[in-house]
Structure formats: structure tokens, C-alpha cells
């Protein structure tokens, strides 16, 4: 099982640890790729199951299975991969997920044409239960088209690009450090910031391309403790490299909009404050990494948005303090009329005093379903697209 081909385009990097039952999808789902000029490069971390009996069955030449001597962890395995990879172009999978065969061809075809994007991510469908359950599109990700969004995202405490479906430049990521092990269980988030820091842009296409299984063992969910605390730290960690002149501790609390905040910052003037920080680092930060009109405007409106939502789960809670963070968002202009928060945040303010905690949590609730609508409507249209493609096709044939 060597690859034969010294110089393939792609490397596709599969971490394998007790694979089974769902290994032998994975691996079939990459051999089915319409982009070809592939090697499916699998580490695996010393498994105790049959995940090595089940990859030996696999007769293609294009795998090439690495087995680690101990247990390295996911982090080990993949810095090992990353080494190890023949291709210019690296792209994730998860031992239980699987990609849909045109995922290669279309993420490649961004990476050839854009030599400043660094890493380019998909929508992706999510398989619940085991070998047999429903899908549903998810279009939640972060929208990024450029490096302004892209910055944008990583900024206000969000991972852009979901860590399966993300394919990278070899040369970026190493240069960025490869993954980092400090960071546990949100290391595809600390290497996304410290890309952004280098300045490398990011697209998520928007279409699913991954098929994403979802699972009780699954690390977000065992570790999730643990994995909020190590993303405050490379958020903490990408403020403070992008020049925040001492005020990394104040500006990572204000744009991560947790507990933090609220708690350094007792009263409207000290929210003020902090968003008078917010908004000088802001400028700098514009001059500094010499950000297009475009790009300074996708930055802005991503901030933006998410100080209102900010300021609405601020005044759930009937803080009104909270106040500030939304004129702060008010900045966004018209743009930001396209955001719930904007509009629902003074009904609630007119409100809150009804806001005692059983009528909190049924409101949030129901904030969270109407934000998902819009993942409802977008999956429909994706649906209805692909409904009129494959009658275009058979009426084309028919003619």
C-alpha cells in the first residue's frame, strides 16, 4: 500500500484512532474523489480495534498508512502528517465522517486560482446516529469570502472553517507552526488564528461537501470544558500578536461577549470603556495590516453583528449596561437592518423588567429557533437547486 506517485496535488491527512465501525466509509468516500491526483495519507495512533485489518483490505496505491509506535494523540498524529505529506495541498477527514466526491475538485480549484487564500472549508451535511440516520444541511458556518471576514471571524471568538472539511496550504500551516498540542481539543482553531495573523485569506464555499457523523463520543462533546478554556487562550493569544498594546486581557473579554465581560465591566461607563479600546485597536489594526476598503468593511460588519448579539443576550439577562454594546453596533449602518438582534434587542430592553428566569430561558429558546430558520430556508434552496440541476440534466439528455 505505497503510493507510487511521488508528486500528487493533494494529500488527504486521515488521523485514525479506533476507527471502527465507520473507518471503511471514510477511506472509500476519498478513493471515490473525481480529483484523483491524490494520496490518502493515515496515521494511525497505535488503534486497539481492527482499524489496521480494515485499511489493509484497501488495495489502492494511493494510500499510504503510518503507524505511530505509541500513543500520540490527535494533535501528534496530525503534526506528524503534516511532515510526512508529499502534496502541496492538505486536506482533513475525520475517521467518521466522509466526503462527497466532489470535495477535492472544487476545493483545489479555489487553492490554484487564489494564491492568497491559505485555506478553504465547505458547508457540510450532518449524519446523526449510526450507520443508518437522517441529514441535515447545516449552513451555520461563518460566512467568509476574504481575508477581512476571515480576520473578522477568528476575532469574535468563532472558528470559521469546521476542521473536517478544510483544505490548506502544506507551506502556510507549517509556517504558522502547525497544529499546537497547548491547545487541545481547539487546535484547528488556534492554527486558523495563527494563519490569520500571517495574513493568509480564507473561503468557505457554499455548498456541503463533507457528510459529517454525529455521536455522544465525539471530543467536542467529552472534552467541552476543556475545550472552551483552551480557546480563550488562543483567543487571548491572537489579540495580544496582533498589537493590542497591553490591552489584550480587556479586548479578548469584550469580543469573546462572556461572563468576563460583564464581570470587569460593572456599569455602562466601564462598558464604554472597553469598547472605546475596542474601537481604537480597530484602526490600528486597519492601518497596520493595510486592509482593502473591502476588507476593512467585512471586518467591521462581522464585529458588528456580533456585538449585537452581544448586547441581546446582555439584555436577556437584564443587563443594561448592555446598552453601549448595541449603539456599538449601531456603527454597522445599514447593513446590520439584516440582523434580528438589531430589531428584537429594544423590544427586549422595553421588556426586561418581566425578564425573571423562567421567562429568560423560554425566551432564549425561542431566539435560538428563529435564528436556525434561516439554516431551514437556505437548506431548502440548496435542495431546490439541486432538484432543478438534475432535471436540467435529464431534459438536456432527453433532447
Given at each position: 500500500?505505497?503510493?507510487?506517485?511521488?508528486?500528487?496535488?493533494?494529500?488527504?491527512?486521515?488521523?485514525?484512532?479506533?476507527?471502527?465501525?465507520?473507518?471503511?466509509?471514510?477511506?472509500?468516500?476519498?478513493?471515490?474523489?473525481?480529483?484523483?491526483?491524490?494520496?490518502?495519507?493515515?496515521?494511525?495512533?497505535?488503534?486497539?480495534?481492527?482499524?489496521?485489518?480494515?485499511?489493509?483490505?484497501?488495495?489502492?496505491?494511493?494510500?499510504?498508512?503510518?503507524?505511530?509506535?505509541?500513543?500520540?494523540?490527535?494533535?501528534?498524529?496530525?503534526?506528524?502528517?503534516?511532515?510526512?505529506?508529499?502534496?502541496?495541498?492538505?486536506?482533513?477527514l475525520d475517521q467518521d465522517d466522509r466526503?462527497?466526491?466532489?470535495?477535492?475538485?472544487?476545493?483545489?480549484?479555489?487553492?490554484?486560482?487564489?494564491?492568497?487564500?491559505?485555506?478553504?472549508?465547505?458547508?457540510?451535511?450532518?449524519?446523526?446516529?449510526?450507520?443508518?440516520?437522517?441529514?441535515?444541511?447545516?449552513?451555520?458556518?461563518?460566512?467568509?469570502?476574504?481575508?477581512?471576514?476571515?480576520?473578522?471571524?477568528?476575532?469574535?471568538?468563532?472558528?470559521?472553517?469546521?476542521?473536517?472539511?478544510?483544505?490548506?496550504?502544506?507551506?502556510?500551516?507549517?509556517?504558522a507552526g502547525g497544529y499546537d498540542d497547548?491547545?487541545?481539543?481547539?487546535?484547528?482553531?488556534?492554527?486558523?488564528?495563527?494563519?490569520?495573523?500571517?495574513?493568509?485569506?480564507?473561503?468557505?464555499?457554499?455548498?456541503?461537501?463533507?457528510?459529517?457523523?454525529?455521536?455522544?463520543?465525539?471530543?467536542?462533546?467529552?472534552?467541552?470544558?476543556?475545550?472552551?478554556?483552551?480557546?480563550?487562550?488562543?483567543?487571548?493569544?491572537?489579540?495580544?500578536?496582533?498589537?493590542?498594546?497591553?490591552?489584550?486581557?480587556?479586548?479578548?473579554?469584550?469580543?469573546?461577549?462572556?461572563?468576563?465581560?460583564?464581570?470587569?465591566?460593572?456599569?455602562?461607563?466601564?462598558?464604554?470603556?472597553?469598547?472605546?479600546?475596542?474601537?481604537?485597536?480597530?484602526?490600528?489594526?486597519?492601518?497596520?495590516?493595510?486592509?482593502?476598503?473591502?476588507?476593512?468593511?467585512?471586518?467591521?460588519?462581522?464585529?458588528?453583528?456580533?456585538?449585537?448579539?452581544?448586547?441581546?443576550?446582555?439584555?436577556?439577562?437584564?443587563?443594561?449596561?448592555?446598552?453601549?454594546?448595541?449603539?456599538?453596533?449601531?456603527?454597522?449602518?445599514?447593513?446590520?437592518?439584516?440582523?434580528?438582534?438589531?430589531?428584537?434587542?429594544?423590544?427586549?430592553?422595553?421588556?426586561?423588567?418581566?425578564?425573571?428566569?423562567?421567562?429568560?430561558?423560554?425566551?432564549?429558546?425561542?431566539?435560538?429557533?428563529?435564528?436556525?430558520?434561516?439554516?431551514?430556508?437556505?437548506?431548502?434552496?440548496?435542495?431546490?437547486?439541486?432538484?432543478?440541476?438534475?432535471?436540467?440534466?435529464?431534459?438536456?439528455?432527453?433532447?
Open positions: 500500500m505505497i503510493n507510487t506517485a511521488s508528486n500528487p496535488r493533494v494529500t488527504v491527512l486521515l488521523p485514525v484512532y479506533n476507527g471502527m465501525p465507520y473507518l471503511a466509509e471514510a477511506i472509500e468516500s476519498v478513493l471515490a474523489q473525481t480529483f484523483t491526483d491524490l494520496e490518502l495519507l493515515i496515521v494511525d495512533d497505535a488503534s486497539t480495534d481492527e482499524s489496521i485489518a480494515c485499511i489493509q483490505r484497501f488495495r489502492d496505491q494511493r494510500i499510504r498508512l503510518v503507524r505511530n509506535e505509541r500513543n500520540m494523540g490527535q494533535v501528534g498524529s496530525l503534526n506528524r502528517g503534516l511532515a510526512l505529506a508529499r502534496a502541496p495541498y492538505i486536506a482533513r466526503c462527497l466526491p466532489d470535495r477535492l475538485r472544487q476545493q483545489v480549484a479555489v487553492l490554484d486560482r487564489y494564491p492568497n487564500v491559505g485555506l478553504v472549508g465547505s458547508w457540510l451535511w450532518l449524519h446523526r446516529g449510526g450507520l443508518h440516520g437522517r441529514r441535515t444541511v447545516v449552513v451555520g458556518m461563518t460566512q467568509v469570502q476574504d481575508y477581512g471576514s476571515f480576520l473578522g471571524a477568528v476575532l469574535t471568538y468563532a472558528s470559521p472553517i469546521d476542521h473536517p472539511t478544510v483544505m490548506f496550504r502544506r507551506d502556510a500551516a507549517l509556517s497547548s491547545f487541545k481539543f481547539c487546535e484547528d482553531y488556534a492554527l486558523w488564528c495563527a494563519m490569520a495573523t500571517r495574513r493568509w485569506s480564507a473561503v468557505v464555499l457554499r455548498a456541503p461537501l463533507i457528510m459529517r457523523r454525529v455521536h455522544e463520543t465525539q471530543q467536542s462533546r467529552t472534552y467541552a470544558g476543556v475545550q472552551r478554556q483552551n480557546a480563550r487562550r488562543a483567543h487571548h493569544a491572537l489579540v495580544a500578536s496582533l498589537g493590542a498594546d497591553g490591552a489584550a486581557q480587556r479586548l479578548s473579554q469584550v469580543l469573546q461577549m462572556e461572563e468576563a465581560f460583564w464581570e470587569a465591566c460593572p456599569s455602562q461607563a466601564t462598558v464604554q470603556q472597553a469598547l472605546d479600546v475596542l474601537e481604537a485597536f480597530l484602526q490600528r489594526l486597519e492601518r497596520a495590516l493595510a486592509l482593502t476598503p473591502f476588507e476593512a468593511a467585512h471586518l467591521r460588519h462581522r464585529v458588528h453583528w456580533w456585538m449585537s448579539h452581544g448586547a441581546l443576550m446582555g439584555i436577556l439577562q437584564r443587563r443594561y449596561r448592555s446598552l453601549p454594546v448595541y449603539r456599538f453596533a449601531l456603527r454597522g449602518g445599514w447593513r446590520m437592518a439584516r440582523c434580528p438582534a438589531m430589531w428584537v434587542y429594544p423590544v427586549c430592553l422595553a421588556l426586561s423588567p418581566l425578564f425573571v428566569p423562567s421567562v429568560r430561558g423560554v425566551l432564549v429558546k425561542i431566539l435560538l429557533r428563529i435564528g436556525r430558520q434561516k439554516y431551514v430556508v437556505r437548506s431548502l434552496s440548496h435542495r431546490l437547486g439541486e432538484w432543478i440541476g438534475r432535471f436540467s440534466s435529464h431534459l438536456c439528455r432527453a433532447v
